[in-house]
């Protein structure tokens, strides 16, 4: 019998990655403090709990999708209060080295093994499986937890020593932050150009010149469509902020990555904070002067300015 799985964060990664195991024949159970996000999972199926300390008792494997570190170091605490020694808890979510090691010395301390797991991919490639996970340290536990990785993801890396998947994460969303403004820059261009924006997103993502990002944002863009968000631009200041914090440790230039970061800024003040990080390209349409017909997502961060 394969183990009962817990999820502890039923956000837009949680909830997706709660969904796919339930839906790989997994018993799973799920807790988060949105009433929203608690209705969604039991939905689709999730028994959610009514606390984390019900949740972590009698599981074995349990997985983390938090906001915030401080939400992070909170959940740990209570689950290594309530769960029986040799708990595998799966954290997923970003944070600095520091603090990722802080969990696992804390679960350590309590007789559970906290292994650093951030994955790779967006809110929306998690409903379909498309992600990758970074899982890093201990190895025994990573073994154990390859089954589950299988039922909410594509592919998985094991990268050795503790910390070293969130180190990976870094550098994926380094390039991240520079393909999706880059993807906005030449959308605007097209723009500028008079081309079929639809068929820019076809021919370009044919090509050499695309990538993974433009894939997946230069549709938003050509539609002038940035919700339901696949990565909101408030959240992703966050991520933003530890790599440039790393980056700074390692004495690492980061030039491109350094100049995204006013676009994303720009876009957060013009109310488009809530809404999907593809929408750096309205921030780069202002700048071009051009005025196109109000989604209505732009008809949403209008009202915000």
């Not at 550098?171 to 081309?195: D, F, P, Q, R, T």
């Amino acid at each position: 019998m394969s183990e009962a799985i817990a999820v502890v964060g039923l956000g837009i990664m949680g909830g997706a990655i709660a969904n796919n195991l339930k839906l790989a024949g997994r018993s799973v159970r799920g807790f988060d403090i949105d009433p929203a996000a608690r209705q969604r999972a039991t939905e689709n199926g999730i028994e959610v709990t009514d606390s984390i300390r019900s949740l972590a008792t009698g599981s074995s494997i349990i997985l983390t999708s938090l906001p915030s570190f401080g939400a992070a170091r909170t959940v740990v605490g209570e689950i290594v209060d309530a769960v029986s020694p040799g708990c595998a808890i799966v954290e997923l979510s970003t944070f600095s080295l520091a603090e990722k090691t802080l969990l696992r010395d804390e679960a350590t301390k309590a007789g559970s093994i906290l292994i650093d797991c951030p994955l790779s991919g967006t809110g929306a490639q998690a409903k379909t499986r498309d992600l990758v996970v970074y899982a890093s340290g201990d190895d025994a536990t990573v073994d154990r937890c390859k089954p589950v990785f299988g039922e909410f993801a594509k592919k998985f890396f094991h990268l050795g020593a503790f910390g070293n998947g969130t180190k990976l994460k870094f550098i994926a969303n380094h390039l991240v932050a520079i393909h999706n403004v880059a993807s906005a820059e030449a959308m605007v261009l097209a723009m500028k150009a008079g081309l079929d924006l639809n068929q820019v997103v076809e021919v370009v993502g044919a090509g050499a010149g695309s990538s993974r990002v433009f894939e997946m944002r230069a549709p938003l863009m050509a539609r002038n469509e940035y919700e339901p968000p696949t990565m909101q631009v408030e959240t992703w200041f966050k991520d933003m902020d530890v790599i440039t914090a790393f980056a700074r440790t390692l004495k690492a230039p980061t030039p491109l990555f350094d100049s995204t970061h006013a676009f994303y800024a720009a876009a957060s003040s013009m109310g488009y904070g809530e809404v999907d990080t593809a929408s750096v390209c309205a921030v780069l349409e202002r700048m071009a002067g051009i005025v196109r017909p109000s989604s209505a997502t732009s008809a949403k961060s209008s009202s915000k300015c």
